[in-house]
């Protein structure tokens, strides 16, 4: 039986999330809001679970609240083996590398990966639920932290590779900035 919202987000409060800032909420918080984000982008529960986890081991940038690649086993026994990949491959992944897929449209893609520095071979459906969710965490965040030039054309590409509810809030975040 899969685990209740209430028993995941628990599991993060017992690891410490709620107590860790994140661009002036905490990473729980946060990770919450991507989750709800993703939700109202019509995404199903794992799909929004992914966005719960997106940060879990870290990525390029944010370091500030991670579990050890060795938990991996605890997290896929959470929110399953498609949903722990995607949030695996979301820190894992090489932002530049990344970004200069976007605007590519591959039967194939290719993540370097940061951790093993080796490269990962994903399908178009896998890439773009990955570009959903890199979007969404961006965009819950960017008006509270107020780096609006930081990789904005990467993020404006995904945007419009997205189209819909994608562009729609990149659109209404990026207004007057």
Known sequence: MKPTFKEITEFFDREGASRVSHTEKTYLAHAIG??????????????????????????????????????RDDVRALIGERAERLAYLNC?????????????????Y???????EETVEVDEETF???????LCDW?????????????RQAYGDM????????????ERAYAGH
Request: charged content about 25%.
């Open 159 to 170: 945007a419009r590779r997205l189209g819909g509810i994608a562009l729609e809030s990149f």
């Open 139 to 151: 965009l819950e965040q960017v008006g509270r932290s107020r780096k609006w030039d930081y990789r």
């Open 110 to 116: 290719f993540i370097i990966d940061r951790f093993t």
């Open 34 to 71: 991507v989750y709800n984000d993703l939700k109202r982008w019509g995404f199903d529960e794992e799909i929004a679970q992914v966005g719960l986890f997106h940060s879990i081991y870290g990525t390029q940038i944010f370091q500030g609240f991670t579990l050890p690649l060795e938990r």
């Open 92 to 108: 894992a992944l090489d932002r530049p590398s990344f970004d200069n897929q976007v605007t590519c449209c591959e039967a194939t």
């Open 128 to 134: 773009t639920d990955l570009v959903n969710v890199h």
